[in-house]
């Protein structure tokens, strides 16, 4: 699977930082040397800018790398500058904090997704989103819809990542705007639907009545096949944030096999939304 830009400008990050650290440079004296601020080489070695030629070859003077690893950084440089405009026109509408995220979601080789309270972007049916946009009172339905179709596309890949969602019984209890049977009863549908079309999606409910000590917030741990460094993404009303600091990693992994292991199995996970399904049908006046 082709790496997107972003997922290179990661990797470029993380080549930088581990020949800095190899010389045992710190940010400040590689700022000094480019002369420009410490915020910027954190920025460059995080992939959240992209790096000059010239700035590049400054630095692997400084860090005295061979030729081969000199060579792959270059290439890499070269490859992550492309894709201008790519959120332009309706992707605009994507927040600033969230478009790192979505550009790598189709480069990675295994997500695993957690929430507790509603169901993820990925997963909601066309009914589910437009009512939560309405509610919302959303400005620009249509390019929100259209973001949120394109993020499904990633199950269509030619060989997409295992997507591994736990979703707490809660998300199908509490419907955006309120109790509406309708609204449940399409994304429990839809969910039934990706669950027999896509071999690598696999959905598992968290049912109310199992033993937990707490259950955390949302978070979804992404995993690369190449040297992408692994990171955690964690929602919340401001924005977002991206942990791969290993200790932070893998308290997040320990957290999700907790979730994972009290979750029902993927067969358990079906019995239970078709459950659903037959109470929401019951629920709704005709």
Request: charged share 25%; glycine share 6%.
């Amino acid at each position: 699977m082709p790496s997107t830009v972003t997922s290179r400008r990661r990797q470029l990050g993380n080549e930088i930082r581990r020949a800095r650290m190899a010389t045992g440079m710190t940010q400040q004296e590689v700022a000094e040397l480019l002369g420009c601020r410490q915020g910027k080489v954190n920025k460059i070695e995080s992939g959240a800018v992209a790096v000059k030629q010239a700035e590049l070859k400054h630095m692997l003077e400084a860090f005295q790398c061979s030729d081969a690893q000199s060579e792959l950084m270059l290439e890499l440089a070269r490859s992550s500058t492309g894709q201008r405009g790519q959120w332009s026109g309706y992707r605009s509408a994507v927040p600033h904090w969230f478009r790192t995220f979505t550009d790598l979601e189709p480069a990675a080789g295994e997500i695993l997704s957690w929430h507790g309270e509603r169901i993820p972007g990925p997963l909601q049916s066309e009914h589910y989103m437009l009512t939560q946009f309405s509610e919302d009172r959303a400005t620009d339905v249509t390019s929100l819809v259209r973001n949120r179709q394109d993020r499904k596309q990633v199950f269509d890949l030619e060989r997409p990542p295992y997507y591994r969602f736990v979703i707490g019984e809660a998300a199908f209890r509490r419907m955006p705007g309120g109790p509406n049977p309708s609204v449940a009863l399409d994304q429990v549908e839809h969910l039934l639907d990706l669950g027999e079309r896509y071999s690598r999606t696999f959905v598992h409910v968290l049912p109310f009545d199992v033993r937990l000590a707490f259950t955390p917030n949302d978070f979804t741990i992404m995993r690369f096949p190449d040297a992408t460094k692994d990171f955690v993404f964690i929602e919340h009303a401001a924005g977002g944030i991206y942990l791969d600091d290993e200790g932070d990693f893998e308290l997040f992994v320990d957290a999700w096999d907790r979730i994972r292991g009290a979750a029902l199995e993927l067969n358990e996970s079906v019995d239970f939304l078709r459950g659903l399904a037959a109470e929401f049908r019951s629920q709704m006046k005709f």
